[in-house]
């Protein structure tokens, strides 16, 4: 029954009841645009982020100078498809400077194979550029996150109060009836 109903019979508890599954609907309702905002926010700093950091990055060929070595367990590549991973010792020379590291190469490369190498703004080996969907990826599962834990709080209100508020029917509920029972064979006349 709706909260406002006019009815002497309808309880406190039973309009407040009413009261708190109205204003959960509405809040389910506002967290919808207010997921969206935080995940467009999440996706924006994400991809200014993702932008930022592939701006800084170089790729130069490296030469492999020792022998690969497989390592650690076997990784999904972006395709799904598992793979040994495999790292060797590469060098490599840019601006007038060299360097060598390990780095992960593929599962057939050989000693002097030229393989690609990235390099930060500070010279060091570092990882791939990004790709510019991992920020949608981002700003979905922010989105979707902020949506969940907003409808998973109006419902745990909800069920709380419904909880509570039938607790307190039942404690009342015993007392009045404690009041009128009587043990049989003993009248309170």
């Known amino acids: 029954m709706q909260p406002w ?15 708190v599954r109205i204003l959960a609907v509405l809040v389910l309702l506002i ?19 993702i932008h930022t950091e592939n701006a ?5 060929t490296g030469t492999i100078i020792g ?10 590549d972006r395709n799904g498809t598992v793979r040994d991973q495999f790292e060797a010792q590469v060098s490599w020379t840019h601006d007038g400077k ?3 590291a390990t780095v992960g190469v593929s599962d057939g ?13 500070d010279g060091t080996p570092t990882t791939p550029p990004e790709r510019s969907s991992a920020a949608a990826v981002h700003g979905i599962g922010v989105g979707i996150a902020v949506l969940l834990e907003i409808w998973c709080g109006a419902a745990a209100v909800v069920w709380s109060t419904a909880w509570a508020l039938n607790h307190r029917r ?5 007392r009045e009836w404690r009041q009128f029972s009587h043990p049989t064979g003993q009248d309170s006349l």
Not at 67 to 76: C, E, K, L, S, Y
């Open 98 to 100: 060299s360097g060598t």
């Open 109 to 121: 490369a050989e000693p002097g194979q030229p393989v690609p190498v990235w390099l930060g703004p």
């Open 67 to 76: 022998t690969p070595a497989r390592v650690a367990a076997p990784i999904a």
């Open 5 to 19: 109903n006019p009815s002497p019979l309808m309880r406190v508890s039973d309009r407040v009841e009413g009261f």
């Open 31 to 49: 967290a919808v645009p207010t997921a969206a905002a935080a995940g467009t926010a999440a996706y924006s700093s994400a991809s200014e982020r």
């Open 56 to 60: 800084t990055k170089i790729v130069v």
């Open 170 to 174: 039942h404690l009342r509920l015993d």
